[in-house]
């Protein structure tokens, strides 16, 4: 096959696929006796891999189980496939439990406290979130979160609203870059105070999205499958 009639079947360019073959992602090109690169079905099932893969694996994953693959080690292939999917679901479990606990508090009325609010450290804050100071103090530098400065010792201090980004923001960590990843960060982002109703309405979203980003990723490994069984390291 020439590269243009693979570019057309998936929608790529040419120069995307020879970017792919530069990087090493599919195996090199055969050539024609004019020295045109051909391809075969074997580059196909590749680069559909590589195309079905990235929107829910990302294209760091994908990149690394195509590599595998070209080393016939299909089993660190599927590993690290599994380490993504349990990923996924990790976040899944914590926006399911972040969507419970908004939907309780605006079922119960609960509201930020007048007055002097409760306030953690970053440190507290990792602790109580599983989420690591870096990924805290990032999001701070992104404009995502914000802290107060505690006026002692000038540490990192978060009231219950940052604490409520925070867990919702951990809920998304590992999903692949999107413009509906960027559109949810955002909304996070300009959360009110007490809007809790917001709150939960981001929850129920994030909840969707990693839902389609399990969709995705059963894709993606169809066409692992599809490319595993055409080198016979499946069955």
Same mark, same amino acid.
């Given at each position: 096959m020439r590269p243009i009639d693979i570019a $057309?079947?998936?929608? *790529?360019?040419?120069? @995307? %696929? =020879?970017?792919? $073959?530069?990087?090493? *992602?599919?195996?090199? @090109? %055969? =050539?024609?006796?004019?020295?045109?690169?051909?391809?075969?079905?074997?580059?196909?099932?590749?680069?559909?891999?590589?195309?079905?893969?990235?929107?829910?694996?990302?294209?760091?994953?994908a990149s690394e189980v195509v590599k595998h693959v070209q080393l016939r080690d299909a089993s660190?292939?599927?590993?690290?496939?599994t380490v993504s999917q349990a990923q996924l679901h990790h976040d899944k479990?914590?926006?399911?439990?972040?969507?419970?606990?908004?939907?309780?508090?605006?079922r119960n009325g609960a509201e930020e406290a007048n007055g002097v609010q409760e306030r953690k450290t970053i440190g507290e804050v990792s602790a109580a979130t599983l989420i690591a100071g870096s990924a805290i103090r990032y999001w701070e530098k992104e404009g995502l979160i914000a802290s107060s400065r505690d006026p002692h010792n000038g540490y990192r201090i978060f009231g219950r609203s940052q604490l409520r980004k925070i867990t919702l923001l951990g809920a998304l960590r590992n999903a692949i870059y999107s413009p509906e990843l960027v559109s949810l960060k955002q909304a996070i982002s300009r959360l009110d105070l007490n809007d809790l109703e917001g709150?939960?309405?981001?929850?129920?979203?994030?909840?969707?999205?990693?839902?389609?980003?399990?969709?995705?990723?059963?894709?993606?490994?169809?066409?692992?499958?599809?490319?595993?069984?055409?080198?016979?390291?499946?069955?």
């Open positions: $057309e079947k998936l929608n *790529l360019s040419t120069s @995307a %696929l =020879r970017n792919y $073959e530069a990087k090493g *992602l599919v195996p090199p @090109a %055969l =050539r024609s006796a004019g020295g045109h690169r051909m391809y075969t079905e074997e580059h196909l099932a590749y680069f559909e891999c590589l195309q079905a893969m990235s929107p829910g694996f990302g294209m760091e994953v660190s292939a599927r590993w690290c496939i479990q914590q926006a399911g439990r972040n969507l419970q606990m908004l939907e309780d508090q605006v709150a939960r309405e981001i929850a129920g979203k994030s909840l969707a999205y990693l839902d389609r980003m399990s969709e995705e990723q059963f894709r993606g490994m169809f066409f692992f499958g599809k490319l595993c069984r055409l080198l016979s390291l499946m069955k």
